[in-house]
């Protein structure tokens, strides 16, 4: 924002009032054309020509159908363009990236799904797609995924629950997704230590398990965040691939002496593979923008998180990492 500071009287004295008006109003103007031109794609002439349809691999009013919202809502007013959000649930997303692989590649039609749906998903067997099948737009925001128990359990972090499972024979975890269930594996064969992970049919059912007592600890993305600060849970480790704001001491896997694989999983836009260039450019160039709008920023807020864009290359390069990554450990189970 532009700050103007008072003009001394010997400047003031060359103009007259309208003079004066048309100089302060001149900044105004060139920041409004700035702003206009910074907030404008770059896209070939006529497109888009219909509205725009955001298909979210997941059922309205979750994390993924929100954020898809965001963006959509972000882009219509940066770019005035029409923008309709569908839901596709089923398959932990895979659902609509089968039907999305089918779509035609004109730029009309933009998933949003988790990277879990792009490469965790096909390493588990023939699903009809793999992460080489689309195009990448970019992403919106990584999932703060972190390792919690009840605050009241003998155990602090990593090194408390391993010693806790040595010495009553095992400790369960809830999880909810493949990912994190090899994730649990890896610690286990690493410590030499009974851990078992029990998979549910989603975070919500993990979570359950975990304030009920009827597991040791959990694996979360979100709804723990809430339950921390109200002091019914702690983080015994960030699960990522950095320490989360939310519990600014939990350190990461590698800082408590672990070799595993942290989880690394974000929510992205893709489209059918053979984008033309130019459409391509358009559509990236309007959802960077959209992340970095103050709208969107404020959602990511309320999240406990933060606004994250990878990119073209950085999504599929990730996507790329992670297919081959839990294609070889599945392979082993």
Request: charged share 20%; glycine share 10%; net charge positive.
């Amino acid at each position: 924002m532009y700050e103007f500071k008072k003009r001394g009287s010997a400047m003031t004295s060359r103009f007259n009032k309208h003079s004066l008006r048309l100089l302060i109003a001149a900044p105004f103007c060139a920041f409004a054309m700035t702003g206009a031109a910074a907030e404008a794609a770059k896209c070939p002439s006529g497109f888009p020509d219909k509205p725009i349809r955001f298909v979210v691999g997941f059922a309205a009013g979750g994390g993924t159908d929100v954020i898809a919202r965001s963006i959509a809502n972000a882009m219509e007013k940066q770019q005035k363009w029409t923008i309709v959000v569908e839901n596709k649930p089923g398959a932990n997303g895979g659902g609509m990236a089968v039907w999305l692989k089918s779509q035609p590649a004109d730029g009309y039609i933009v998933g949003v799904a988790g990277t879990d749906a792009i490469s965790v998903n096909p390493a588990q067997g023939n699903v009809g797609y793999t992460w080489r099948d689309f195009d990448y737009l970019g992403s919106g925001m990584q999932t703060w995924l972190g390792l919690v128990a009840l605050s009241d359990r003998p155990y602090s972090d990593l090194a408390g629950l391993v010693a806790y499972a040595k010495q009553k024979g095992r400790a369960t975890v809830s999880v909810a997704g493949i990912n994190q269930e090899v994730l649990i594996r890896q610690l286990a064969e690493e410590f030499k230590v009974n851990l078992i992970a029990v998979p549910g049919t989603g975070a919500a059912e993990a979570m359950t398990s975990a304030l009920g007592g009827h597991v040791d600890a959990t694996t979360q993305g979100t709804l723990h965040v809430a339950q921390i600060k109200s002091g019914k849970m702690k983080q015994l480790a960030s699960i990522i691939d950095r320490r989360v704001p939310y519990a600014p001491d939990s350190g990461t896997l590698a800082e408590q002496g672990s070799k595993a694989q942290p989880l690394n999983s974000h929510t992205i836009l893709i489209t059918p593979r053979g984008l033309a260039e130019p459409v391509k450019t358009c559509l990236k160039e309007a959802v960077a923008q959209a992340v970095k709008s103050p709208d969107y920023e404020a959602q990511m807020a309320k999240f406990e998180n933060e606004a994250l864009n990878l990119g073209e290359d950085g999504n599929r390069d990730l996507n790329a990492r992670l297919a081959d990554f839990y294609a070889s450990m599945l392979a082993k189970k």
